[in-house]
Structures are given as C-alpha cells and as structure tokens.
C-alpha cells in the first residue's frame, strides 16, 4: 500500500481518530476524508480540529462534523503550470489529493513539508513570578527552576520549543534570577540564544516585553514560564497567521462541578432542578502569539498584565483570535499541580501526546 494511504479515514471515522491520523501523518499534517470508492469528500487539518472545539464539537463526534467539503484538489491530467500555480496560491497546504475523472484518489502531491525548519519567531518567556502558592518549594528556588523528573521546568519548557525549531528566546527575570542565568547562561549549550530581561520590579505578565531594545520582525511567542504542555507551537503560529490576526491567546477547555444543587426559576415560580451540574468553559491558557506592533500597547516598566493588553485591543477594535489547546498542558500553580507534573513527566514528556 502507498503510504499516502494513510492518511485517508472515511467520514464515519471520529475526530478523535482524524487527530491520530494527522498527528502521525508528520510532515503532511492533513488527513483526507474518502468514501469505500476512493472518491475524496472532504479534508481535515488542524485548524478544522481547533475550530471544532470552539464549536464544541465532541472529539467523538464523525469527522464529517468539522471536515472541509470543498477542498483544494488536482485533476491528473493538470499542466504542470497549473499545478505549480495552486500551490503558490495556497503556500500552506501541504498536502494536495490527486483525482481521476471519477473523483477518486490516486495520489498525493506534498506542498509545503520542510520537516525541522528554523522558526524566525522569537520566544519570551515569564520567569520572574515569586512562586507564592508553592511555598516552602520556592523559598529557595524560583518556580521555573523546580524539578520535574530529572529536568526544572524552564529546561522541559526550552526543550520542546527548540525540538520545534525555535532557538531564538527572551525569559524575563525577577526572584532569584541569578538561579537562571546561571543554570542556562546564553543558552549555547543548547543550540539557542537567551538573552535575558532583567525587572527591577514586578511587571506582571505583560510589562517586561516593553523592555525589549528593539521589535522583533516576526510575530513572538509568549509563554508563562510555570507550564507543562505539548501544544504544538509551529500549528499555533499557522493558526495565527491562517486567521489574519494581530493577537492569539491559547485556551483551554476546564470542567469543574457545582459543589450544590442549582434551582431554576421564573419569576417565582420553580421550573427546574439540578444536581451539582457539571459546567464547562474555555480559560487562558497563559500562551500567546502577538504581532511586533502589538508591543505598543504595552505601557513603559509598568506593572501589565497580558489580560489587559487584551482588554485593551478589544477596546481598540482589535479582535483577537483565540486558539484551543487540544495537546497536553498543565499549570504549575499549586503544590498538588506540581505533585501530578512529577508524576507524569516519564509518559508525557518522554513519549508523542496529543491530547491531555
């Protein structure tokens, strides 16, 4: 069988299953949708997933739910001019199905695949928090230097960027800095350049960008420098772009249960009862991409937060994007949170995951 093959799940198959297929499907990141005659229905990518969390879509739902019904195809007996026109019209497909007369698949043509691609963005981590809620851990020790399996967390956190391509990072300090600098000094040693931005106050998790010399060319990452995750951080830069945006804040579905019963009511008369419902939202994520302009918006070493810089772009007029983790993530903000990091380091961090 052809390897392109395997990208192909029929419309009955969950979304579930269509993340396996993409996620495993590196560099092509797409998955095809077909019926038993080969004939294409429909294409599903990572941002039709993204979308179909917003939506609610449960992962367990067909992929027909979230698939694109007209996607982009070529006709075999296509000029190779056209050919070459349709990819340079759509540079981030990277996956383009080949059809006969009929409609069916006979074949693959691979777009844009550079596998292991040197990302330009930059990378500002937070790294100045005091840590409060993890006292008496952090009484010593600055919360991104704590250890997770044999790692601390900035490390885990560095990695993963740079096994995604990134080299290029910004990580502000405050408590303890001297830790950081020490343990990661120019980040040589791990095939990446830091450069440090040192607060001479607390600036929350916004004001410290304000610090920066000169505006990046290319949209920046922000991260909180107290989070475990798998997000895949090239597919949330795409998606950033995909959608035009000027800012992007990561989310994440949260379920938390009502500790009592919930009466509804009209006017005075009762029309229902709940038990302890289960209610679920969408939270921040503490991740970020933001275009170089955007700094602007930031107010010169004063204490800002990356919420109100996106209270104030609403504001403005400016809508931000918003992109659902569906990957692995978890924050470090309390001693039970961190137990858990600890506890699951080998299986999540050692090994692919795509989802939580």
Wanted: glycine residues 6%.
């Amino acid at each position: 069988m052809e390897s392109w093959k395997s990208i192909i799940i029929s419309p009955d198959n969950t979304i579930l299953d269509a993340i396996r297929v993409i996620d495993g499907s590196h560099p092509l990141l797409t998955a095809l949708v077909a019926d038993n005659e080969m004939k294409l229905l429909g294409t599903v990518t990572d941002g039709d997933i993204r979308r179909g969390i917003l939506n609610r879509i449960s992962m367990d739902a067909p992929v027909s739910k979230i698939m694109h019904t007209q996607p982009i195809a070529l006709n075999v007996s296509d000029h190779p001019k056209k050919i070459n026109a349709v990819f340079h019209k759509n540079l981030t497909c990277r996956a383009i199905p080949i059809l006969d007369d009929q409609g069916k698949i006979i074949a693959i043509k691979q777009g844009n695949t550079v596998i292991n691609q040197s990302m330009p963005n930059p990378v500002f981590i937070m790294a100045g928090g005091l840590g409060t809620r993890l006292r008496p851990l952090t009484n010593d020790c600055p919360k991104p230097m704590l250890r997770v399996g044999n790692k601390p967390i900035l490390e885990i956190i560095l990695n993963n960027f740079i096994e995604n391509g990134f080299s290029n990072f910004f990580i502000s300090l405050n408590y303890k800095a001297e830790m950081i600098e020490d343990y990661f000094g120019d980040g040589t040693h791990l095939g990446a350049c830091i450069t440090y931005i040192k607060e001479k106050k607390r600036l929350g998790t916004a004001g410290s960008l304000s610090l920066l010399e000169s505006k990046p060319n290319h949209p920046i990452i922000v991260m909180n420098g107290d989070l475990l995750t798998k997000v895949n951080f090239c597919q949330l830069l795409e998606y950033h772009h995909a959608h035009n945006a000027q800012a992007t804040l990561c989310i994440r579905e949260h379920e938390f249960q009502l500790p009592f019963g919930v009466v509804q009511i009209d006017n005075y008369k009762l029309t229902g009862l709940k038990e302890k419902p289960i209610e679920t939202m969408f939270v921040n994520a503490g991740i970020y991409t933001i275009n170089p302009d955007i700094i602007d918006f930031i107010p010169l070493n004063q204490y800002f937060d990356m919420t109100d810089l996106f209270e104030q772009l609403l504001e403005k007029g400016i809508t931000p994007s918003a992109f659902p983790i569906r990957e692995y993530w978890l924050d470090i903000g309390r001693l039970s949170e961190y137990e858990k990091a600890d506890q699951v380091y080998m299986d999540i961090f050692q090994k692919n995951c795509f989802t939580a």
